[in-house]
Nanobody, 123 residues
Framework: QAQLVESGGGLVQAGGSLRLSCVAS????????MAWFRQPPGKEREFVASITRSDGTTYADSVKGRFTISRDNAKNTVYLQMNTLKPEDTAVYSCAGKSTSTWFSRSVEVDYWGQGTQVTVSS
């Protein structure tokens, strides 16, 4: 049974930084492209960033230049470094995996979801 477990969320002031981690188990991590999505309070889930098996990356325009997605296949872990955080970044952040060689950005494409971690940015 595949499982994705996120950590690293919390409360931070605007302008601050957080690093989210997502550890995968029960799957061959190196064969999966990974992504981060987020769901702001009262809104639909939205794409944040994706990384391919070969470390190709893509980002939502709203986080480009502030967030960085990376992966460590030896640790079965994908990271999301979030800098210069804004109150509008407040959301539940979830990692996702898809058995593909390309990046992905749509929720319907996801094979596995993590349970999510709360990020709250105060103004």
């Amino acid at each position: 049974q595949a499982q994705l477990v996120e950590s690293g969320g919390g409360l931070v002031q605007a302008g601050g930084s957080l690093r989210l981690s997502c550890v995968a188990s029960g799957l061959t991590f190196s064969r999966y492209s990974m992504a981060w999505f987020r769901q702001p309070p009262g809104k639909e889930r939205e794409f944040v960033a994706s990384i391919t098996r070969s470390d190709g990356t893509t980002y939502a325009d709203s986080v480009k230049g502030r967030f960085t997605i990376s992966r460590d296949n030896a640790k079965n872990t994908v990271y999301l470094q979030m800098n210069t955080l804004k109150p509008e970044d407040t959301a539940v952040y979830s990692c996702a995996g898809k058995s593909t060689s390309t990046w992905f950005s749509r929720s319907v494409e996801v094979d596995y979801w993590g349970q999510g971690t709360q990020v709250t940015v105060s103004s």
